[in-house]
């Protein structure tokens, strides 16, 4: 750990968890946002750029294995 952290004062890992919480903050609200944007973009690109992509590749491989 930073020798900064530890000179604080032994107030162990859930002190220094709660104050690096106050010094950058945390809003559950936010948090939830970002989780549920995240999944949307993932599931996007799931549908519309993953899967296009490996049924390409599948069929150049077919390809390729028939000469």
């Known amino acids: 750990m930073h020798p900064a952290i530890l000179a604080q004062g032994g107030g162990g890992l859930r002190d220094i968890a709660r104050t690096t919480g106050e010094t950058f903050g945390f809003n559950a609200w936010m948090f939830l946002?970002?989780?549920?944007?995240?999944?949307?973009?993932?599931?996007?690109l799931r549908r519309f750029a993953y899967k296009p992509i490996l049924r390409v590749l599948e069929e150049r491989r077919q390809r390729i294995a028939e000469g």
Do not use: G, K, R, T
């Open 33 to 44: 946002s970002q989780v549920i944007s995240f999944a949307i973009v993932a599931l996007l």
